[in-house]
């Protein structure tokens, strides 16, 4: 844990973090010999920048979001700082020991969750596979015995300990990814995309466990996800990452508080037209985003039409018209409530779920 | 962090490592039963071939001529011993680099990498498991050649051997260990794996006598450690020779084992690094 001039104690922190991958190229049979093409610079055609000198400051104790769409950098950030990627610039500080000169006293310090249940032996037990990872943390034998018995009895396999994964449930699997992490006590947990692939009974179990292990076992825990309910719900403070860069960084409150001033109408409809964004951007220019999250017609979700910003609550008897032209169904018509899809559309005119464009 | 970090260097806890993965891998075979019919039935088959070619070039298992190169006119003990050796070359070249692959396929590698722990104990840990596994199917070919072929062990011959055996072993763990770092950064390592099991099959003397070989090829044939472990192996099993007269090839197995372990750390570290950077870590 480290200070700062406040005075707060910290136990991550990223200082001008950046990363970028660079497209391969065919360098012919003996190119690996050749020198890395680090030279490159960023933004040079082939390079995708994934990190672009990220700034954070996690708290000792909190829990913290790391909200954005997919490929946004949430990924990359979390295998920088478990040390799985080395970064190109900048470095983190974690637990008071640094990312690049202490790699082993950070691993030590850090458990993670990342690529879910796909990362287990699914041809071994829950147990075998918990002591395997336990003796890479050089715990004693009898404290792994004790220490995994504990933890599948936290998250309720112990009966099925003994059974291989491969005959476990995809949740199942995810408790004892979540296990793993928690072997060696440490301090600060990274968690990337926890609850993927959930049915909601197993995310809300998941949930309640990392609310548990934040409040009640006071570990810092860093959690990147795409889901802003989750981040909403669960995050003391939110990072907001778009195209590697972090854009807002505040409490969920302060972060909707942002929007909160603006005018947010949202439409809800059946069967908008397909251009639904751009043919009511041309009908009401002065309304400074609309996006449109279509509903899964297999399920019979209806889409939703959000008007954010400008004239949006004069214009919506235009674009109440204009979709009726188009044979729209609309079934109800909101002056809603901000939420970080609102804070995240603000900010980067990309939508969390598609990591478009809705500005365009 | 104070315990774990006093725990984090402990000699134990190194040795666990290594046991852990051997314990896990003997877990995924037990997992695969079918393992045990090849364990069965191969052992039985494989000699056959050598019998067969024997009898068609020679007329019988013994020849006068082959004894000029060999020191024993037996064929069978000869190839016995052969291809015990080699089946040590083989689980190194293929096991451990295949088994990074592997971990890398189900999404493991980037928690094994992640962990606190000198990877080369898990390394080590691999490596061990595939001699295991050479040692089992050896000792089955070796049961198979003193019930039908009469090949003789004595107990004073036993150390001798397991002793040049585990030198040839440590030296193949640092070639395990480079083709684990060309799995890391190429994602297979099988074809080079493949090319050096035939360097090795063509010029130690697998399944001939290295005196037998033109002058380029014993050349080539004394770069390689298996060389020096058949010959040695073969001096204490067949010809009786005593260990002491083999310091030289003693000498010449330890100077290689050095240069391997040294060279397998080094390229496994760099190529780790490489894809550390390059992103390329977990693909497959």
């Known amino acids: 844990m480290f200070h700062d001039e406040s005075n707060d104690v910290y136990s991550i922190q990223t200082i001008n973090l950046a990363k970028s991958f660079r497209k391969k190229k065919h360098k012919g049979i003996f190119g690996f010999l050749r020198k890395n093409e680090k030279e490159k610079p960023r933004g040079h055609k082939g390079v995708t920048v994934a990190l672009d000198k990220v700034n954070l400051k996690i708290h000792t104790g909190e829990l913290f979001g790391l909200l954005g769409p997919?490929?946004?950098?949430?990924?990359?950030?979390?295998?920088?700082?478990?040390?799985?990627?080395?970064?190109?610039?900048?470095?983190?500080?974690?637990?008071?020991?640094?990312?690049?000169?202490q790699t082993a006293l950070v691993r030590a310090s850090l458990g993670m969750v990342i690529g879910g249940e796909r990362t287990l032996y699914w041809k071994l037990t829950a147990r075998d596979n918990l002591i395997y990872f336990a003796s890479l943390y050089k715990m004693p034998r009898r404290r792994i015995r004790e220490r995994v018995d504990e933890l599948l009895g936290i998250m309720n396999l112990l009966d099925r300990a003994d059974?291989?994964?491969?005959?476990?449930?995809?949740?199942?699997?995810?408790?004892?990814?979540?296990?793993?992490?928690?072997?060696?006590?440490?301090?600060?947990?990274?968690?990337?995309?926890?609850?993927?692939?959930?049915?909601?009974?197993?995310s809300r179990q998941i949930r309640s466990q990392i609310r548990k292990l934040s409040k009640k076992e006071k570990k810092t825990v860093l959690?990147?996800?795409?889901?802003?309910?989750?981040?909403?719900?669960?995050?003391?403070?939110?990072?907001?990452?778009?195209?590697g860069g972090i854009v807002a960084a505040d409490t969920p409150n302060r972060l909707k508080a942002m929007v909160r001033e603006t005018e947010i109408v949202e439409v809800v409809c059946y069967n908008p037209p397909q251009n639904a964004e751009q043919y009511l951007k041309s009908l009401c220019p002065d309304v400074e985003i609309i996006t449109l999250i279509r509903g899964e017609v297999t399920k019979g979700s209806p889409s939703r039409i959000k008007l954010i910003g400008g004239n949006a609550e004069k214009r919506i008897g235009t674009v109440v018209d204009a979709l009726r032209k188009k044979n729209t169904q609309i079934t109800s018509l909101n002056i809603s409530v901000p939420t970080l899809e609102d804070v995240f559309i603000k900010l980067t005119g990309a939508k969390l779920a598609e990591g478009g464009d809705a500005r365009q | 962090m104070t315990t774990q970090s006093l725990e984090m260097y402990s000699f134990k806890a190194n040795l666990q490592i290594v046991w852990s993965e051997v314990v896990k891998n003997f877990k995924f075979l037990m997992a695969y039963p079918v393992i045990f019919v090849f364990?069965?039935?191969?052992?039985?088959?494989?000699?056959?071939?050598?019998?067969?070619?024997?009898?068609?070039?020679?007329?019988?298992?013994?020849?006068?001529?082959?004894?000029?190169?060999?020191?024993?006119?037996?064929?069978?003990?000869?190839?016995?011993?052969?291809?015990?050796?080699n089946g040590y070359v083989l689980t190194s070249l293929y096991g451990v680099g295949e088994?990074?692959?592997?971990?890398?396929?189900?999404?493991?590698?980037?928690?094994?990498?992640?962990?606190?722990?000198?990877?080369?104990?898990?390394?080590?840990?691999?490596?061990?498991?595939?001699?295991?596994?050479?040692t089992i199917y050896a000792a089955i070919q070796l049961a198979v050649g003193i019930f039908l072929f009469g090949i003789e062990i004595t107990i004073g011959i036993i150390l001798p051997t397991v002793l040049i055996i585990f030198l040839l072993i440590l030296g193949l763990y640092g070639i395990s260990l480079m083709l684990a770092g060309v799995s890391l950064q190429f994602k297979q390592a099988h074809d080079v794996a493949h090319t050096l099991?035939?360097?090795?099959?063509?010029?130690?003397?697998?399944?001939?006598?290295?005196?037998?070989?033109?002058?380029?090829?014993?050349?080539?044939?004394?770069?390689?450690?298996?060389?020096?472990?058949?010959?040695?192996?073969?001096?204490?099993?067949?010809?009786?020779?005593?260990?002491?007269?083999?310091?030289?090839?003693?000498?010449?197995?330890?100077?290689m084992d050095i240069v391997a372990i040294l060279l397998g750390f080094y390229l496994f570290n760099w190529m780790e690094k490489r894809t550390k950077s390059s992103g390329a870590i977990s693909h497959y």
């Open chain 1, 70 to 101: 997919n490929g946004a950098g949430k990924t990359t950030l979390v295998k920088c700082l478990s040390t799985i990627l080395i970064p190109d610039e900048g470095t983190a500080i974690i637990n008071n020991f640094d990312i690049r000169k």
């Open chain 1, 163 to 202: 059974e291989r994964l491969e005959d476990y449930s995809t949740g199942m699997r995810q408790k004892v990814a979540i296990a793993r992490a928690l072997l060696h006590d440490p301090p600060v947990l990274l968690l990337d995309e926890p609850t993927l692939g959930l049915d909601p009974t197993f």
């Open chain 1, 223 to 243: 959690l990147a996800t795409h889901y802003m309910e989750e981040a909403d719900e669960l995050c003391d403070r939110i990072a907001i990452i778009n195209k």
């Open chain 2, 39 to 85: 364990w069965t039935i191969f052992p039985f088959l494989w000699f056959i071939p050598f019998v067969f070619q024997g009898q068609a070039f020679v007329g019988s298992l013994q020849s006068a001529e082959f004894e000029k190169f060999a020191g024993t006119p037996d064929y069978i003990p000869f190839i016995v011993i052969g291809a015990i050796l």
């Open chain 2, 99 to 134: 088994s990074i692959r592997r971990e890398a396929y189900r999404g493991t590698l980037d928690y094994l990498l992640s962990s606190p722990c000198n990877k080369a104990f898990i390394l080590i840990g691999k490596a061990l498991s595939e001699s295991i596994n050479s």
């Open chain 2, 197 to 255: 099991e035939y360097v090795f099959y063509v010029f130690s003397p697998v399944r001939y006598p290295l005196g037998s070989l033109p002058f380029w090829a014993q050349v080539i044939g004394r770069l390689l450690p298996l060389t020096y472990a058949l010959v040695a192996v073969r001096s204490i099993m067949l010809l009786k020779q005593n260990i002491m007269g083999l310091y030289q090839e003693i000498f010449l197995l330890l100077i």
